[in-house]
């Protein structure tokens, strides 16, 4: 079955330690993102990648850095220098889309990160 | 303003109901709108997407888009308890590229009780 498999789903770290948060599709996407959520708020974008070895960053960039080397993969580093890296963490892709339009997210089943 | 924005709730419609929910955005020139459904503790998952102005039907689930008056809403028929859950708008940004970069709600809670 094809899909985004992101990892841990449970991860926990002390403040001041990097962490790296996985995610794989096999949907044959070109397009990656890694979204942020806090309890009762929407979706922030913090990096997205159309094709490998290019990355852009999103609305909130700051204290992440991202690799794009295979088209299947995109992990996110969540660094020290992030203020406040407790969230829910959601890898998706999406396919190439002509014109305008875009096509629809498809989400992994997120990564929930706890710094103590 | 934010640019794209939802009533949080929570909403509360009696089963067999229907459900009404509701996302303005702030640029004139967004063309791909989608909505999503989010159960506590998951991920988001694809209900609909809408480009046309006008009603998409897809089950219990009919999307309208208004692109004059810039709001988009989904109406949820004969609602079921297990539709309680968090509704997410989505909007592209008309100054990004095609292949996405979209800007989100908050979210509607829905609750459908017995």
């Known amino acids: 079955d094809g899909g985004i498999t992101q990892s841990p789903k449970y991860l926990f770290r002390k403040e001041g330690q990097n962490v790296t948060l996985s995610c794989e599709q096999n949907?044959?996407?070109?397009?990656m993102y890694w979204y942020r959520q806090d309890p009762g708020q929407g979706l922030r974008l913090i990096y997205y990648s159309q094709i490998v070895n290019d990355f852009q960053k999103g609305d909130i960039a700051e204290g992440y850095s991202v690799s794009r080397e295979k088209k299947e993969s995109f992990p996110l580093t969540v660094t020290s220098a992030q203020k406040n890296p407790t969230a829910f963490y959601l890898c998706?892709?999406?396919?190439?889309?002509?014109?305008?339009?875009?096509?629809?997210?498809?989400f992994g089943n997120g990564t929930r990160l706890t710094v103590t | 303003q934010k640019e794209v924005e939802q009533n949080s709730g929570p909403l509360s419609v009696p089963e067999g109901a229907i459900a009404s929910l509701n996302c303005t955005y702030s640029?004139?020139?967004?063309?791909?709108f989608f909505w999503y459904r989010q159960y506590s503790g998951k991920s988001p998952e694809l209900i609909m997407s809408?480009?046309?102005?006008g009603d998409k039907e897809d089950g219990r689930f009919t999307a309208q888009l208004n692109k004059a008056s810039q709001y988009v809403s989904l109406l949820i028929r004969d609602s079921q308890p297990s539709d309680s859950a968090t509704y997410l708008c989505?909007?592209?940004?008309?100054?990004?590229?095609?292949?996405?970069?979209?800007?989100f709600g908050q979210g509607t809670i829905l609750t459908v009780h017995p």
């Open positions: 998706a892709s999406s396919i190439k889309t002509s014109g305008s339009y875009n096509s629809p997210l498809h």
């Open positions: 809408i480009y046309s102005n």
């Open positions: 640029d004139r020139g967004s063309q791909s």
């Open positions: 989505a909007v592209n940004l008309p100054g990004g590229t095609s292949y996405g970069k979209l800007t």
């Open positions: 949907l044959n996407h070109d397009a």
